[in-house]
């Protein structure tokens, strides 16, 4: 983890409302580059609306959103399309693969929308690392859940976006698969200088993140890092969580 304190995503005074509802509540957030950020909270604790403002997919109601130097909270909906199909990859929990295309196709689809190219060397690498040698032809219904997921978490990588946010990628997964996506994950932050913000309800990401961010009723509980290690992390989250009384 290289932390120069640099944030990619910038999150000021952030409060969403859905009617009467508060789903964040006053959210000030920096997610450092270079690393991976899990942000961890119960069900409705307003993880996926805060990754949805992140991505420019909704409008905060007050407050600003930074990402990549960008003040999202001042574009108009034409710039913040730009900044949503060039800066940033999402990773939605199911259904991320379009069903007609081939593995190879779906990966490659973001490249091909943008007109653009990548390394090759990148793309055999995220291949071999995703375990998909031997899909690349195959039609997403006939690999499991698990490798559609690895298919969704590769082709966020393909463009080197500025950031990936994933919301919980790995729900539903058994934790061998959960495992690998995520490894993979957080492979692409110190292989390649990524930058990934991941929300899951399941404390067990924190093993694999650089830096957790406590999630509660629209609102920052706590932010943990732990330069000794991720287990260190794991532990902290954990404990954080059973102290709560009110367990994810
Ligand atoms: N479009 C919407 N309209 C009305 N209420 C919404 C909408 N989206 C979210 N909410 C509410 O805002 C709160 C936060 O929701 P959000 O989906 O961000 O939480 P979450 O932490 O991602 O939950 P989960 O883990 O269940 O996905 C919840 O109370 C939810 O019911």
């Known amino acids: 983890m290289r932390n120069d304190g640099e944030a990619i995503v910038r999150l000021e005074s952030v409060t969403k409302n859905y009617g009467p509802k508060k789903a964040l509540d006053g959210v000030t957030l920096r997610c450092l580059k270079n690393n991976f950020t899990a942000i961890l909270g119960p069900p409705g604790a307003g993880k996926t609306t805060l990754l949805r403002c992140a991505a420019g997919l ?3 109601t007050s407050g600003t959103v930074d990402v990549a130097g960008e003040n999202l909270t001042s574009l108009d909906e034409a710039a913040l399309d730009v900044v949503r199909r060039e800066r940033v990859s999402y990773v939605f929990s199911s259904r991320n693969l379009l069903p ?3 593995v190879a196709e779906n990966l490659t689809l973001p490249l091909r929308l943008a007109r653009r190219s990548a390394a090759p060397s990148l793309v055999i690498d995220l291949v071999r690392r995703a375990g998909l040698s031997e899909h690349l032809d195959s039609m997403p219904a006939d690999l499991c859940r698990s490798q559609q997921q690895m298919v969704a978490v590769a082709r966020a990588m393909i463009t080197s976006p500025a950031v990936i946010l994933a919301d919980d990628p790995a729900r539903g997964l ?8 995520l490894g993979l994950l957080a492979s692409y932050v110190h292989d390649h ?12 990401v924190a093993a694999y993140a650089d830096r957790a961010v406590l999630l509660r009723s629209g609102r920052v509980e706590r932010e943990m890092s732990f330069p000794e290690g991720k287990e260190a992390l794991e532990r902290a989250v954990h404990l954080a969580v059973w102290e709560a009384r009110d367990p994810f």
């Open 58 to 60: 909704d409008r905060p």
């Open 100 to 102: 007609s295309l081939t």
């Open 193 to 204: 200088a990524g930058n990934v913000v991941l929300a899951s309800h399941d404390p067990m």
């Open 174 to 181: 058994d934790p061998r698969s959960a495992g690998e996506l």
